[in-house]
């Protein structure tokens, strides 16, 4: 998945979120946004360090 597939994930849900009435469906979709942004920071950090260390 790359950049702007979770990007776009993360709005989708934050999107359920105000839709939904139920805590624990907002609870659930608060985590999968979670897990969805380390994957965004895991991925810059990927990046970071093949910039550090020149590697394509």
């Not at 991925?43 to 970071?48: I, L, P, R």
């Amino acid at each position: 998945m790359n950049k702007e597939e979770i990007t776009a994930k993360i709005r989708a849900k934050q999107e359920l979120i105000n839709l939904e009435d139920e805590q624990t469906r907002k609870n659930e979709l608060m985590q999968d946004i979670r897990v969805l942004q380390m994957r965004l920071d895991m991925d810059d950090t990927h990046e970071k360090i093949k910039k550090l260390t020149n590697r394509d």
